[in-house]
């Protein structure tokens, strides 16, 4: 059954769209049937996979508030194993109009629950809030993994990130996990970014990625290319690395079955 990972920082510009979008086409080239929900009302993610917003009927937004069947929002990517549930910018309404549901932390769950076994992962890039549809993305996944960038506050923030996690484990999702922690925009040559690297390991111990994501100018053009970096420049150094931790995701996780 699917494992559905939460990608989330309600920091912005953190790097939680890039994953998504690069993870999700790693695992896909791995062998792994990936989806990629998009739930932020930027859809950067959904353009990011080459779709156009605009062409798009059905989105994460009917899914969560107008029940529209999963099949009919659902768009097969011509990247390997990698199907996409796109997000428009209606979803900015999504925020108030959950309000009225007695089951809002609990809508994407349910229209995605049944679509588990066909897919190896499921990935879900999260808006820049905790708000209502962040509160949906936790709610609905095993685990969360937090992008981090190696800056300046990089810890700002991530008490409050975690206590809503301990909130959502409380009343709602008592299994959420964390997945691992992932540095990113990540330069050894600075010291401010191996300051933060400590900090961040201070806090997160063993959860922290030993693969880092360096920033690479590559990462940045594909998504106006419409595609994720491993299809846009497959030898650069962010299609290695987001390659690498899509390896170490896999080999955490079947240690994990193993145990
Ligand atoms: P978030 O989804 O957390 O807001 P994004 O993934 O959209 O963050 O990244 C913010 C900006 O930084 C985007 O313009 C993206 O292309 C760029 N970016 C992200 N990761 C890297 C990286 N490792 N190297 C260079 N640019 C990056
Ligand atoms: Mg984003």
Redesign the pocket.
Known sequence: MGKIIAIA?Q??????????VNLAASLGELGKKTLLIDI?PQG?ATSGLGVNKRNVKKTSYELMVADAPFGEVLVHTPFKNVDLLPASIDLAGAEIELVEFADRPSRLKKAIVGQREQYDYILI?CP?SLGLVTLNGLTAADTILV?IQCEYYALEGLSQLMSTVRQVKRLYNPHLDVEGVLL???DSRLNLTMQVVEEVKKYFGGKVYSVA?????R??EA?SFGQPVLYYDRSSK?ARTYLELAEELLEKNSEKAVV
């Open positions: 920082n920091k912005g510009g953190v790097g939680k769209t890039t994953s998504a932020d950067n890039d820049p992008p990113t925009m990540y994501i360096p920033r690479n100018v990462l940045s998504p962010g």
